[in-house]
Nanobody, 126 residues
Framework: QVQLVESGGGQVQAGGSLRLSCRAS?????VAWFRQAPGKEREAVAALKWSDGYTIYTDSMKGRFAISGDGAKNTVYLQIDTLKPEDTAVYYC??????????????????????WGQGTQVTVSS
């Protein structure tokens, strides 16, 4: 069983940058970041296949978001640059229980992931 703990959220001024961390207690296969803004449904930001470093981003997230991992620390990161007020949301880390053997849009579906962290709040002010 995988436990995920997010950190790095907080309040930041628009235009600033933030790096979120997700520390995993168990084996990581596929991992993703999602976010949920007030009154909106959870949406995918990016996903990473741990084995080969394959990444995929939701189209609207391309450019300002970057997902990466550190094998030594068993930690996944989400770098967010040029933050905008509309980025305000709770950001969640999610992981599969094993390899999905898939790549592409499947990795951006919430149902792909069995394990979820508690989330970290990102608040962007103008």
């Amino acid at each position: 069983q995988v436990q995920l703990v997010e950190s790095g959220g907080g309040q930041v001024q628009a235009g600033g940058s933030l790096r979120l961390s997700c520390r995993a207690s168990g084996r990581i296969y596929d991992v993703a970041w999602f976010r949920q803004a007030p009154g909106k449904e959870r949406e995918a930001v990016a996903a990473l296949k741990w084995s080969d470093g394959y990444t995929i981003y939701t189209d609207s997230m391309k450019g300002r978001f970057a997902i990466s991992g550190d094998g030594a620390k068993n930690t996944v990161y989400l770098q967010i640059d040029t933050l905008k007020p509309e980025d305000t949301a709770v950001y969640y880390c999610a992981a599969t229980r094993g390899s999905t053997y898939y790549s592409g849009p499947y990795l951006l579906e919430p149902g792909t992931y069995a394990y979820w962290g508690q989330g970290t709040q990102v608040t962007v002010s103008s």
